[in-house]
């Protein structure tokens, strides 16, 4: 039984409630049950809040049994990044610095879900402050991806992605920065999505790159993502970046799922050198079913897509140094004295908790950025880095007026094993190439299964990318092309993933 | 293009108020460098008449009418201090002594 529900999609889990086939009581503990059984392997969850998730059950319970009209997803759990602050909650971003740190408020998302009456199961793991592509950098160990223990999950969002892929919940939020929903989803056979920038509040999210960061959903099914982005999408006067403009009808595309006449562009700087072949086989079969299915394929040039990770390696960190300046362990967080001083400074307090506090890739970056805005380089680097950023959207906005969506490979290669990149920062780097240009300019984005990889076994993603707030459209191609490959399959594609062995499993 | 020293990097540590080890120090010239060379690309490009962009919306500034409303108490606004006194942070002294 309990498996059933855990196998279940958000969407048929929030039939059975709202049919009361299945008390949200009995979701949850199922969930509880099964992150008891395989998270010791997988290590997805930071912070697992048991007795918190069965409470906001009970609560979501007795008011359906009230007669009480709810919305749709109420009583389906849900896993949050530990990016976000949840009150009452451990919100640590992966991170020695803030490691049992409570935050005294709720993220907006965070309080929207509950709002909408979802359990929160838990926290999960990411890499430190969201800076990295394998959830390797995170300071409470890595993620080890479901399909092939001894692999990444794809970063920073590896935690979400993989609680989705083993089962340990229905759905979780990530935030993708430079393709942190998106690569972790692409690596582990589901489904992530990155919504225009200003679709979803960023307020109580810890802010890695502002012009960059954006909340979204981690799921199974694109519907799953749909029905959750309607939750946590849409104007936050908390955010001053925020779109004052009503959530795309995401749900309503995902049902439609029909894409004759719909013009597609394949970009044509994503998917040659570099690129696995099994990922680029993959993903030439996609786009010949979406054919299939009446879209209209085009190649499409968006030449300075090329110079798009040399301008994000600019940008990202100049906005880190600058936003990571607040974990100086004066009012929140670690405090570290340093040794053999008598009566230190506040200054000396700050880079010794600094020192201790942070990891080798956030000093890293904090360091990179700290150069790329010093007198005398700002214009080399970050002003250089800027006008790079206006060619790209301008690369986006010719592209979208030749056509309704764009498509590539998610990520170059399947997930690459633990400990392979870690010494080598440009390679790893090098996974986000296909995602980072739709952080640059804003645009949404989207990863689904497309199959797996010939030479490995391992689960290949295809990306989807739309004009800035045109989000349905993700929705409505990604929905048409999941129902064309699950019927090619036979089933989900999560399905084929191997057994975890853990205990009860 | 210049290539960072090992001071440079110790003095952008200053900066950035993070004490490296000698060790640290080492192994981030090296891993600086290589970064540094890769990135420099976007020299190649961007010529004096495209406008730099610095985020994906344009911005306006937001204000709210200037109303008393609810915010953190004093006692959640420190709960996460390292340490506190009488309703304050307590920091580290911040002036030289004399």
Not at chain 1, 67 to 84: Q, R, S
Not at chain 1, 146 to 170: F, H, K, N, Q
Not at chain 2, 20 to 34: I, K
């Amino acid at each position: 039984m309990n498996t059933d529900i855990t196998r279940s999609s958000a969407a048929e889990l929030a039939h059975a409630l709202g049919s009361r086939e299945l008390s949200s009581v009995e979701v949850v503990q199922a969930h509880l049950d099964r992150i008891a059984a395989v998270d010791a392997e997988v290590h997805a969850y930071l912070h697992v809040d048991g007795e918190g998730a069965l409470e906001a059950a009970r609560a979501v319970d007795q008011r359906r049994a009230s007669g009480e009209e709810l919305h749709v997803l109420a009583g389906v759990p849900i896993a949050v990044k530990d990016v976000m602050a949840t009150q009452g909650l451990p919100t640590t971003c992966g991170s020695r610095i803030l490691q049992g740190w409570i935050p005294p408020y709720d993220a907006t998302v965070v309080a929207r879900l509950k709002s909408a009456g979802m359990p929160i199961l838990g926290k999960t793991n990411m890499d430190e402050f969201a800076m990295g592509s394998s959830t390797e950098h995170s300071a409470f160990g890595p993620t080890h991806n479901p399909w092939d223990l001894t692999r990444i999950p794809g970063g920073s969002g590896g935690g979400s992605s993989a609680v989705v892929a083993a089962y340990e919940a229905p759905l979780a939020i990530g935030t993708d920065t430079g393709g942190s929903i998106r690569q972790p989803a692409s690596v582990t056979g589901t489904v992530g999505v990155k919504p225009t920038y200003g679709g979803v509040s960023r307020y109580g999210l810890v802010a890695l790159a502002s012009s960059l960061d954006q909340a979204g959903p981690c799921t199974r099914t694109v519907l799953d993502a749909a029905l959750l982005h309607s939750v946590i999408g849409g104007h936050d006067p908390m955010d001053s970046t925020s779109i004052d403009a009503p959530v795309p009808a995401v749900v309503e595309a995902a049902r439609r799922a029909d894409v004759a006449g719909l013009k597609v562009g394949v970009i044509k700087e994503l998917g040659g050198e570099g690129y696995q072949a099994g990922v680029r086989a993959r993903f030439d079969e996609s786009v010949a079913l979406l054919q299939e299915a009446g879209a209209e394929v085009v190649e499409v040039s968006c030449p300075s897509f090329d110079y798009a990770l040399a301008a994000y390696y600019l940008i990202l960190p100049s906005e880190a140094s600058s936003n990571l300046a607040k974990f100086d362990g004066m009012r929140y967080g670690l405090r570290v004295l340093p040794e053999g001083i008598e009566d230190p400074s506040a200054e000396q307090v700050m880079a010794a908790t600094r020192d201790a506090g942070f990891g080798d890739e956030v000093k890293r970056r904090i360091i990179l950025g700290t150069y790329a805005l010093s007198s005398g380089y700002y214009d080399a680097y970050y002003g250089q880095a800027q006008k790079v950023r206006r060619l790209i959207a301008q690369d986006f906005s010719a592209a979208f007026d030749q056509v309704d969506v764009l498509v590539s490979p998610t990520a170059p290669t399947t997930a690459f094993r633990l400990g392979d990149k870690l010494d080598d920062p440009m390679s790893m780097y090098l996974q986000d190439v296909a995602t980072i240009p739709a952080n640059l300019a804003g645009v949404p984005g989207m990863s689904l299964p497309s199959g797996l990889a010939d030479e490995d076994g391992l689960p290949t993603g295809i990306q989807i990318l739309a004009p800035a707030t045109k989000d349905e459209r993700l929705y409505n191609v990604g929905a048409a092309l999941e129902k064309m490959l699950v019927d090619r399959w036979g089933g989900s594609l999560l399905a084929k993933a191997p057994q975890l062995t853990a205990k009860g499993a | 293009m210049s290539a960072l020293s090992r001071d440079d990097v110790a003095h952008l540590a200053g900066l950035a108020r993070i004490d490296l080890s000698d060790a640290e120090l080492d192994r981030m010239v090296g891993e600086l460098g290589v970064i540094l060379e890769s990135v420099a690309k976007v020299q190649e490009v961007a010529a004096d008449d495209i406008e730099p962009m610095s985020h994906p919306l344009p911005l306006t500034n937001v204000t709210r009418p200037d109303e008393v409303r609810p915010s953190l108490g004093v006692e959640a606004a420190l709960s996460g201090a390292p340490e506190q006194e009488q309703q304050r942070f307590s920091v580290p002294r911040i002036l030289d002594a004399d």
